[in-house]
T-cell receptor
Framework: DVKVTQSSRYLVKRTGEKVFLECVQD?????MFWYRQDPGLGLRLIYF???????EKGDIPEGYSVSREKKERFSLILESASTNQTSMYLC?????????????FGPGTRLTVT | AQSVTQLDSHVSVSEGTPVLLRCNYS??????LFWYVQHPNKGLQLLLK??????LVKGINGFEAEFKKSETSFHLTKPSAHMSDAAEYFC?????????????FGSGTQLTVLP
C-alpha cells in the first residue's frame, strides 16, 4: 500500500512566522503535489514536483515555496505566514507524470494562522 | 483546455436508496477520469478510475461509474446507499502528460445519507 504521511495533522502559527509542512511518501513516486483545500473552492494546486530538485508553480504559488531534496520528501514553506493562509493543506504523490496514474493523498494538515 | 463540472454541490439520499453523483468534463484529448472520496477530516481516497479501457468502471465500496464520450459525462452511482457513504466526492480529469496543470478537480459534491 502506498503511504503518504504529513508531519502534522493540526498546526497553529502566528502571523509572520516561517512555517514548514513536510510530506513523505514511501513508494518511490516521481511526482509530488501540494494543494490547499478551502470550503467552496475545492482543491487548488500550489506547487508540483516532477522529480528530485524539480518544481513547477501551480495555480496559487504566491506566498509559498517548496523544496524537494530527496525523492520521498516534499516540503511546503510559508515564508511569512498570513491569516489568509489558514487552510487545509493536502500532499499527494503519483508514480509518474502520465495522465492515467492516480494520485495518493496524505491525511492533510489543518493550519491556523492567528 | 480541460474542465470538470460537478453538477450538484449537495446530494441527499435515504439509506438503502440509489446514489447518483453527476460529473461532466471537457477535454481536448482522450482523458483519464477519476472519482475520489473524502471523509471528514481525512485525506482523499481513490474510488475508481477510467483510463480508456472498459467504459463501465467498478470501484471500491460498491460504487461504479460509466464513461459516456457522447455526453462527456462520468457519473458516479451506487445501487444502495449506506450511512458510511456520507462524505465529499470529487471528480478529476487528467489528460496528456508532462505537467500537473493537466489535472483538474471538480468543486466537489457533499453526499448526505439519511437514516
Amino acid at each position: 500500500d502506498v503511504k503518504v504521511t504529513q508531519s502534522s495533522r493540526y498546526l497553529v502559527k502566528r502571523t509572520g512566522e516561517k512555517v514548514f509542512l513536510e510530506c513523505v511518501q514511501d513508494m518511490d513516486h516521481e511526482n509530488m503535489f501540494w494543494y490547499r483545500q478551502d470550503p467552496g473552492l475545492g482543491l487548488r494546486l500550489i506547487y508540483f514536483s516532477y522529480d528530485v530538485k524539480m518544481k513547477e508553480k501551480g495555480d496559487i504559488p504566491e506566498g509559498y515555496s517548496v523544496s524537494r531534496e530527496k525523492k520521498e520528501r516534499f516540503s511546503l514553506i510559508l515564508e511569512s505566514a498570513s491569516t489568509n493562509q489558514t487552510s487545509m493543506y493536502l500532499c499527494a504523490s503519483r508514480y509518474r507524470t502520465d495522465s492515467f496514474y492516480e494520485q495518493y493523498f496524505g491525511p492533510g494538515t489543518r493550519l491556523t494562522v492567528t | 483546455a480541460q474542465s470538470v463540472t460537478q453538477l450538484d454541490s449537495h446530494v441527499s439520499v435515504s439509506e438503502g436508496t440509489p446514489v447518483l453523483l453527476r460529473c461532466n468534463y471537457s477535454s481536448s484529448y482522450s482523458p483519464s477520469l477519476f472519482w475520489y472520496v473524502q471523509h471528514p477530516n481525512k485525506g482523499l481516497q481513490l474510488l475508481l478510475k477510467y483510463t480508456s479501457a472498459a467504459t463501465l468502471v467498478k470501484g471500491i465500496n460498491g460504487f461504479e461509474a460509466e464513461f459516456k464520450k457522447s455526453e462527456t459525462s462520468f457519473h458516479l452511482t451506487k445501487p444502495s446507499a449506506h450511512m458510511s457513504d456520507a462524505a465529499e466526492y470529487f471528480c478529476v480529469v487528467s489528460e496528456g502528460s508532462g505537467s500537473a496543470r493537466q489535472l483538474t478537480f471538480g468543486s466537489g459534491t457533499q453526499l448526505t445519507v439519511l437514516p
